[in-house]
């Protein structure tokens, strides 16, 4: 029994641990300081707050799965394998922002954009960020979770119907349920990462005298692969959006609110980034594919 708790305490540690590295990693090349204010990922509180709570899961859950004498290559050894690695994702997707949600001392605008029916239709709650961040955030998966985010200066600076493009344009995602999609995404290639270690990794390091360097090493590839398909997609999903936006309004609000944005930002919508196309490549998105629709 005590061997199990002390595995299933060094495995929680262990896989929160890379987890919270690789985001905060990924998020702190992606964004700027008044950008990770507005995802609350840069206060002290925030981070201890997450931490604890996700390895409080995970540990309970890798307590329970690591109960069972299971031999490792069985297949329910590897279903309880594979349910390990995906408390992570399922966390980040599922349950944080519901918490999010319930704690969140942003202001609730909600009603102030009730006169767009597609927010009552979809049951989307809109908040005011306290940061000065000029960007917006669709997050939740579940209906009750679905939120967009604004940040103040670009609710105080967008005005009309270049701030209802780009509220369209976060609802596009959630209509769309691009982070459901980014989710599966996640787990599928979770899972195919275990069945991988468990069928041809573990056996060829086993008897390594290096074997925790080749196992953070296949992990760290792993990783990268991740933020890869997950990138692409996103990359992907942002023109959906855009589009969706497009459609929604007169169609040039969206362009017009992401050259505004791009002024505001000193030009940083212009570059192309590891999960945004460039500006130009949105732009030119939306005009081909609204000229392939009149036509």
């Known amino acids: 029994m005590n061997a199990t708790i002390t595995n299933s305490f060094i495995m929680s540690l262990a896989l929160v641990g890379i987890n919270m590295s690789m985001k905060f990693l990924f998020i702190f090349l992606m964004t700027k300081g008044e950008e990770r204010k507005a995802l609350k990922i840069s206060e002290g509180k925030s981070i201890v707050y997450e931490f604890t709570i996700l390895f409080l899961i995970t540990f309970l859950v890798v307590s329970i799965l690591l109960s069972y004498q299971i031999e490792s ?13 995906s408390i992570i994702p399922t966390y980040n997707y599922l349950i944080d922002p519901i918490v999010k949600y319930r704690l969140t001392k942003n202001n609730d605008v909600t009603e102030k954009y009730r006169y767009l029916p597609i927010i009552n239709k979809q ?9 000065n961040v000029i960007n917006a955030f669709a997050t939740g998966v579940v209906p009750y979770s679905k939120t967009i985010i604004l940040g103040k200066t670009l609710a105080q ?33 979770n899972a195919m990462g275990m069945v991988a270690f468990v069928f041809f ?62 002024e505001l930002t000193n030009g940083k919508a212009s570059k192309k980034a590891l999960n945004y ?19």
């Open 277 to 295: 196309p460039s500006l130009k490549n949105r732009i030119q998105h939306v005009e081909r594919k609204l000229l392939e629709n009149i036509n």
């Open 123 to 131: 049951s989307i709650r809109i908040f005011e960020s306290s940061s």
């Open 201 to 262: 990794v573990q056996e060829f390091i086993r008897n390594s005298s290096f074997a925790p360097l080749w196992v953070g090493l296949y992990w760290a590839i792993m990783a990268a692969i991740l933020i890869f398909f997950s990138s692409a997609y996103q990359r992907r999903f942002e023109k959906e959006a855009d589009l969706f936006s497009a459609k929604s309004t007169t169609g040039s609000d969206i362009i017009n609110a992401l050259k505004r944005i791009d």
């Open 73 to 85: 290559l069985s297949i329910t050894g590897i279903v309880l394998a594979i349910m390990i690695v």
């Open 157 to 189: 600076v967008l005005k009309g119907n270049e701030l209802e493009a780009v509220i369209y344009h976060e609802i596009g995602h959630l209509r769309s349920n691009h982070l459901l999609k980014l989710y599966l995404i996640n787990l599928s290639v």
